[in-house]
């Protein structure tokens, strides 16, 4: 296999590792703007959870702290898995700049081979 196609090739895998990882961040930036999303719900409900609405019996009482419990269960897992996606966020950001960074320094190296033969040829020392 000549040096050019050697380059190709490895340029070719690069990029598609480029896209690959560009997918993933936007998979990631997705779930976290949904995660996001359920959390600005919660939290609504459980500011709104607090109003009185006038007496209540103990069942009820029994009942609606039993949902207040849930929800803050529930704002607190919200809040964990969006802490977890925003550290996903960040990893895939990095590998992203990675494997970009490794596309421009094979096609850079592509480039100054060709250069480099190019002068040779123009020079006529092969």
């Known amino acids: 296999m000549n040096p050019d196609a050697t380059l190709d090739r490895l340029i070719r895998v690069r990029e ?8 993933a961040l ?11 999303a359920l959390d600005g719900r919660v939290q609504a409900l459980l500011a709104g959870s607090g109003s009185n609405i ?7 009482a029994n009942a609606r702290a039993a949902a207040d419990a849930m929800l803050g269960r ?6 964990r898995r969006l802490a977890v996606t925003g550290g996903e966020q960040q990893q895939l ?14 096609v850079n190296r ?14 006529g020392h092969d």
């Open 16 to 23: 598609v590792r480029a896209r690959l990882a560009l997918a």
């Open 26 to 36: 936007g998979r990631v930036e997705s779930r976290r703007r949904s995660e996001a």
């Open 54 to 60: 006038g007496r209540v019996d103990a069942n009820a």
């Open 74 to 79: 529930l704002a607190d897992d919200v809040a």
């Open 93 to 106: 950001a990095d590998a992203l700049a990675r494997a970009r960074a490794a596309v421009d320094a094979a």
């Open 110 to 123: 592509r480039a100054d081979r060709r250069a480099d033969r190019r002068a040779d040829w123009e020079t």
